[in-house]
């Protein structure tokens, strides 16, 4: 038996009522925006560079704002947008990309692009951007959001494909290409390869490759028997990519794929122990995160994808297992401090962390190698983690994730771009500065 399965059962109460959980740390609820006859949908989280954490909430009306400094966490900010619809959202620097599904244009159906800079003071909506066809329509529903690089790609809504968007002027959007396949549902982006989720009659899982953004072009389809692919998340390594299936006559399990030949993607096993269904994965070094409806959060080891283990979960679904739409929507690990943030669809924002988790921080200053000044707005891509950070002010930056090297591509308008790697210590904070040359000066 794994050390981390010896471990107490741990009952918890919260605003939720009795939540049961194995191997978690519990900092708190936010429910401050439940509304009869509707349901809270996504969350996802924000890391100023100083380190400050916040989560980001789908409710009825609009996106709350959570302070997850604060023990309880509390809401800081509303930003609204259109009614009744489910709501999804990611961040880029300093802002929050939110998609919804509702068609009330009047209150800002679109992508509602939201400047985070001046938390926890306030969230300032910069405008709502709505794709514009080439015949004139215009397109302003979304199912969801994923970003990767400099770009930002919209999924499903009332498009079949996906549209990207070029966000290296994160105020003013442009158009940057689509993908006029399949409902893609949701995707996820690993450099430029996209894994875009055709959910809808047996779609399958449609790997992508996007490298002319203007024209992706198909890699390989990877379709199974009754398949209702909702979202999926690659290895760190690369080489196997999970699945979760939410519709479909397949058991909505956890699903593991080889995936070192795309040419030839082999089933490696599935994942299940309830007769609940499986939402949204998300993986952090061996560990994934998964959202699982009724069952809440279910942290599972996949060190050996060929066996994968239950390594902890949080329960915030007071009833039973059952096949049904209720409980957690959402979930986001990927914060410096290891807490992971859980979205219920009844009882709002829960912040948790595995108690087993693995993290460590780098941090820094980037300077002009030649002035030796600090040079604010360098974006920091982690391209096989779809993950950016970037400089504040004074030249700052901070990464916090799993022990490992990591590539880093740095780049600054003027500087051009230079990529490394990035070494992250358990439960270390290592401090690495960086100094880069101008174009103008010899290049770097």
């Known amino acids: 038996m794994k050390p981390w399965l010896v471990v107490a059962w741990l009952v918890v109460i919260s605003s939720s009522g009795l939540s049961q959980s194995l191997s978690m740390e519990y900092f708190g609820n936010v429910n401050t925006r439940s509304v009869p006859g509707f349901r809270y949908s996504a969350c996802w989280g924000y890391t100023a560079v100083d380190g400050h954490e916040y989560a980001l909430l789908g409710c009825d009306s609009g996106t709350a704002i959570i302070d997850m400094q604060a023990i309880p966490p509390v809401e800081v900010d509303f930003v609204y947008g259109p009614k009744n ?84 002027n994160p105020e003013d959007p442009i158009q940057a290409g689509s993908y006029n396949g399949p409902y893609i549902h949701d995707s996820h982006v690993r450099n430029d390869t996209i894994y875009g989720s055709a959910i809808n009659s047996g779609g399958g899982l449609d790997i992508l490759d996007a490298t002319n953004k203007a024209n992706p072009t198909r890699i390989q389809l990877l379709q199974y028997p009754g398949s209702g692919t909702h979202n999926a998340w690659t290895t760190l390594d690369g080489k196997h990519v999970l699945t979760t299936d939410e519709i479909g006559t397949t058991p909505k399990t956890l699903k593991i794929w080889n995936i070192a030949n795309l040419n030839s993607i082999q089933y490696v096993t599935e994942y299940s122990n309830t007769i609940s269904i499986v939402h949204n994965v998300f993986i952090k070094g061996n560990l994934a995160y998964v959202a699982w409806y009724a069952d809440g959060l279910k ?23 059952e096949a049904n739409y209720v409980g957690v929507w959402g979930a986001d690990p990927y914060f410096p401090s290891g807490k992971v943030i859980l979205s219920d669809m009844s009882t709002g924002l829960h912040v948790v962390r595995y108690t087993g988790d693995k993290r460590g921080i780098v941090k820094g200053v980037i300077t002009d190698y030649w002035t030796g000044s600090p040079l604010p707005d360098v974006i920091l891509h982690f391209p096989n983690l779809s993950i950016t950070r970037w400089t504040d002010v004074d030249g700052k930056y901070l990464f916090g994730y799993a022990p490992g090297s990591f590539r880093v591509k740095m780049e600054r308008a003027g500087y051009g771009t230079f990529e490394t790697l990035i070494t992250v210590t358990e439960n270390e904070t290592t401090f690495v500065n960086w100094k880069i040359v101008r174009k103008t000066a010899g290049g770097f």
């Open 85 to 168: 619809g489910w709501r999804e959202m990611k961040t880029y620097l300093h802002y929050a990309y939110i998609v919804s599904e509702s068609s009330d244009t009047l209150n800002g159906a679109g992508v509602q692009i939201v400047d985070l800079r001046n938390l926890p003071d306030s969230a300032s909506l910069i405008k709502t951007f709505i794709w514009t066809h080439t015949t004139g329509a215009r397109i302003s529903r979304v199912h969801s959001v994923s970003v990767s690089g400099n770009y930002l790609y919209l999924n499903g809504g009332n498009f079949s494909g996906i549209r990207i968007l070029d966000i290296s």
């Open 299 to 321: 942290v599972v080891d996949i060190s050996n994808p060929a066996s994968p283990q239950l390594a902890g979960y949080y329960d915030t679904y007071p009833g039973a297992p």
